[in-house]
């Protein structure tokens, strides 16, 4: 059953990328491997806006964050891991995995990380090596302030480590202007492509975290010193250490070009046209949003569960009848919120409008009123 993709990725992507897929596998090496690495590594540095090294590995973007973490950080060493969702738990779970001891900043759910807080645990936290941080925490879709924690974090001569797995072309984030040590994120989300590769870029200051921690390796596939070494002494034949998913890479070097070619905010308004009709629709229909602004991202929207229907049945209902999946809410906000996404194809007018149209039935089957002019008042043709 090929169901229509609302949920937080990944996401449906265009027929242009599916294409380019579709070819012969290729070396990852040689020639005209290397121009193509050149040329997606070239626009992903545009994406990210930065001028640090970037490695695009094969996997998901989860497996990175264990890079970063552990090339460097050495066992026994302290991180503040900020926690105000499922994924900064998670977060949390992968820094124990190395050995490192954490400490929690935390947000209620549904709530920003607040760099004060950042600031006096830095203060308590003296033995504190790093910092790390999820921009868009998408089991609540809040989106962190992630320059002001970078901000802080530098104050305290600190590298920050973010997951920007969900945020990296769906909001502005200028890896350089910020001074985002470590970014992590992935081909999956708001880059519009299917999962199966992931990107690291990896500035000044955090290459001095890795090489000041030069007798100590957590294995060799995550390890930040075996992608440069491979991207240094075989740059002119295979810059990648393993074997590349190569028809991935094809794909998304489209969605990249496609992207860029556009330009960058006209990518990220897409996203937020999307989410406005979205909001506007749901909220036509009496769903509140679970987030406040200025922190709700235009990438996904959690609505909350409504009093009269357990959230199951709305999205039992919308996989099963109409085909149409959307996503439940991860741990603690399990049967109280649905989260729905705004990237791929479900940012385009025509899947809007079904989706809409889909929920609209079901609150009508359950005798809900609700002007049907209101329901589709945000959508603008050109999403
Ligand atoms: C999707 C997501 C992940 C998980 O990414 P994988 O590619 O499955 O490892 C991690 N963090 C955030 C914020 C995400 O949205």
Redesign the pocket.
Same mark, same amino acid.
């Given at each position: 059953m090929q169901y229509k993709l609302f949920i /937080?990725?990944p996401c449906e992507v265009d027929e242009a990328v599916l294409s380019a897929m579709a070819q012969q596998t290729r070396p990852h090496y040689g020639a005209e491997w290397l121009e193509v690495h050149r040329e997606v590594s070239s626009l992903l540095r545009q994406i990210f806006e930065t001028e640090n090294d970037i490695f695009l590995v094969p996997g998901?973007? *989860? +497996?990175l964050?264990d890079m970063a973490l552990g090339s460097m950080l050495a066992t026994g060493e302290t991180v503040i891991v900020g926690d105000n969702g499922f994924?900064g738990s998670?977060?949390q779970a992968m820094a124990r995995g190395y050995g490192l001891r954490v400490v929690s900043l935390l947000a209620e759910h549904g709530h920003p990380l607040d760099p004060d807080d950042l600031r006096r645990l830095l203060a308590r936290e003296p033995a504190a090596r790093a910092v790390a941080v %999820?921009?868009?925490?998408?089991?609540t879709t809040v989106l962190n302030p992630l320059q002001e924690l970078a901000a802080v974090t530098h104050e305290a001569g600190l590298p920050i480590i973010v997951?920007a %797995? *969900?945020?990296l072309g769906g909001v502005s984030l200028p890896v350089d202007a910020w001074g985002i040590d470590v970014c992590v994120s992935?081909a999956?989300?708001c880059l519009e492509c299917p /999962?199966g590769v +992931?990107f690291i870029s990896v500035g000044p200051r955090a290459w001095e975290w890795v090489d000041g921690h030069e007798n100590q390796h957590h294995g060799w596939y995550l390890d930040l010193r075996t992608w440069r070494q491979y991207a240094t002494e075989w740059a002119d034949w295979h810059p990648s250490p393993v074997t590349m998913p190569t028809n991935n890479i094809l794909g998304l070097r489209v969605s990249l070009r496609n992207i860029v070619g556009k330009g960058l905010e006209n990518h990220f308004a897409h996203f937020r046209q999307a989410a406005h009709a979205v909001r506007q629709g749901l909220g036509a229909m009496g769903f509140a949003q679970m987030v406040a602004e200025p922190y709700a991202s235009p990438i996904a929207t959690a609505f909350k569960a409504r009093p009269e229907f357990a959230v199951k049945e709305l999205i039992d209902y919308l996989a099963q009848s109409q085909g149409i999946l959307v996503s439940g809410g991860l741990g603690p906000l399990a049967g109280r919120v649905f989260r729905v996404g705004h990237m791929g194809k479900a940012a385009t007018p025509p899947y809007i409008k079904e989706f809409l149209s889909a929920v609209a039935l079901f609150m009508r089957q359950r005798g809900f009123e609700f002007s049907e002019a209101d329901v589709y008042s945000g959508l603008v043709e050109k999403v």
């Open positions: /937080p990725g998901a973007g *989860s +497996a964050l994924f998670r977060l %999820i921009h868009h925490e998408t089991a997951d %797995i *969900s945020s992935v999956n989300k /999962p +992931a």
